[in-house]
């Protein structure tokens, strides 16, 4: 009643400034008839208001403009107006000359009034927007003495004069005063003293330098620097003049990224960040299609195992704000699935969530799980995935990844499960190294299942290492920088793939909705579009210029046992083809079906606990399902991405 009321409220003001619009041009006409009462026989001047009024009142309806809050109006907002006014006068005429000739209306009155209506309507929203956004301090006698006074520490803006501007009004609207804008480095050369809002475009981003020099003259050195969209994008910024900029003591921060504000509906939810080393790793911002990703997830049951890993959380952040209907979270380690627990129960508390304790290695108990929750949708992300561990220790490997995904794959099955989703990695290619191995077969049970026409649809999605995750090299060395050095790197000429959590946990919903729209039942393995591989020499120096030090060393390792110098995303055998935006489909000749007798062996092999015997079981798999024969140990060798 109280929002019915306020729009009621608006269309009576509409019709108020309608009707004085229409008084003031009726009495300032050169040809009024005397004292404005009207001629014999003619509609009078009380009449004639009140019809324009009404008239006003009717498109004001029609066109719904007491939807539009009147301290967000905007250009949209004033056409609506100009439209409403000038239908108004044209309906106003017809019906005056149908009526009486249009005997009682000076002329000049017909064009003045939707003149007078127009700016009235507008002037007073304006006028609202400009009290909402505080612009009317901009004039205040006092407002120099303020801005000397303010508290608030300097804040330097980096980014396109539009996102200044969204910026800035979203500042203006919730007046907040944490920083005070004092300068815009812009991109373009010729924006360059021009002002956003009453902020002064200093310079470009190459000139950097020199508008910090300025700003130190004046006094107005900033605090704080803001990067209005993501700093690997913006030409001219490298990681030696971050570095700089935080040994002067200066923030750097930035805005939440396109992936971030997927789950939010503006720019004041979330708070402005420290920038990471993610940011600097320039990429395409991802285009999601949310629809498919809605239709999806919302209304269905969804169930993601390693809910407290880096991926299987950032998963579940993004299907609950997508509304799915019950989101289970199964993991093994106790502390992770209390901490994922405890995060969503109080970020996205209208979702249903449960906590449950499993290990996916224990079929009966996920067989129990799977049918009491009755998933709808499965997100198999829990796994052992250190390198250097599984190395060591290849029979949890292979009981957790491999074994582990057969168990999830058949308590889908047996639960009815619309579909299933095995997150995989680019260590699956070619495999050199123990986790590789378990990953790969785990990929072949997937690719191994037949799906009936009412059954559970499969899928697994490769995507390569992802920065700031639990082993990423990213935690590795911001450690070693903390401690003074040395950053240790194993090879000078070795790259890997990357790309950030939330860009692997959308692509990841954005391939299984591609899967999810169309009509195929066999299994698909997906493979995430990655970029170009990122050297880990070139990562570590970025990290180290970043933190603003020059006295830390970087100190070759060498090779560790099954460490690839390259990752490829393509196996010899298989080929890609697109299916989504940055999504492909990889099509693959495989030589053997994985059967339950394989895993039943390979878990027999793993129960031993030789660890060469689990090795070579392992690779001796891989082999056949790559179609090479068995050998002792794999060869070491670069295999080109198609």
Known sequence: MERMAVRAQTIVFDVVLAALAFTVAFFVAPTQPELGLGQAGALNFFQLVSLYAAIAGVFALIFRGELSPWRYVSIPDALVLARSAILTVGVFLLAVFVLDRAEGVPRSTL????????????????????LHEHALESISPLKIITDRVTQAPS???????????????????????????????????????????????????DRLNEALADLRRWNRYPRAVLFLEEPGRLRGLTADLLGRLKTDGIRLLRLPSIVELSQHDGLTLLPMRDINIEELLARDPIELDRRAVGRLIQNRRVLITG???????????????????????LDFSETALFEIEREMRETYAYVPVKAVLCDV??????????????????????????????????????????????????????????????ISTDKAVDPTNAMGATKRLAEA?????????????????????????????????????????????????????????????????????????????DSRLFLLEMGEP?????????????????????????????????EALLDETERALPAAHKVMEVVSNSALRVTPDHLAALAAVAETGDTEAVRTALFDLVSQVRGEKPGPAPSLRVVAGG
Request: net charge neutral; aromatic share 4%.
């Open 111 to 130: 064009v003045m009034a939707p003149l007078f209506q127009m700016v009235a309507s507008m002037g007073v929203r304006i006028l609202r927007r400009a």
């Open 155 to 205: 804040l330097l803006l980096i980014g396109p004069p539009s996102l200044a501007d969204t910026y800035l009004r979203d500042v203006a609207r919730t007046h907040n005063p944490t920083y005070t804008p004092v300068g815009i480095i812009g991109t373009d050369r010729r924006d360059v003293g021009a002002q956003v809002r009453g902020v002064c475009i200093l310079e470009t981003i």
């Open 307 to 329: 809910a407290g890993g880096s991926i299987g959380a950032e998963l579940c952040r993004q299907v609950a704000a997508f509304g799915c209907a019950q989101l289970t979270l």
């Open 361 to 422: 290695r224990d079929a009966k108990r996920t067989a129990a799980v799977f049918a009491e929750e009755r998933p709808d949708l499965v997100f198999h992300a829990a796994a052992l995935k250190h390198v250097s561990m599984v190395e060591r220790h290849p029979a949890e490997g292979l009981l957790t990844n491999v074994v582990g995904t057969w168990n999830v794959t058949e308590a889908s099955k047996a639960c009815g499960a619309g579909q299933m989703v095995l």
């Open 445 to 521: 049970v997937i690719q191994a299942q037949q799906t009936t026409a009412e059954g559970t649809r499969f899928s697994a999605v490769r995507f390569g290492n992802v920065l700031g995750s639990s082993g990423s090299v990213v935690p590795i060395f911001k450690s070693q920088i903390e401690r003074g050095g040395p950053v240790t790197v194993t090879h000078p000429e070795m790259t890997r793939f990357f790309m950030t959590i939330p860009e692997a946990a959308q692509l990841v919903l954005h391939a299984t909705a591609a899967c999810d729209e169309d009509d195929r039942r």
């Open 534 to 566: 990122v050297s880990i020499m070139d990562l570590a120096r970025q990290m180290i210029a970043l933190s603003g030090r020059k006295d830390i060393e970087i100190e070759i390792t060498g090779l560790r046992a099954g460490e690839k110098l390259t």
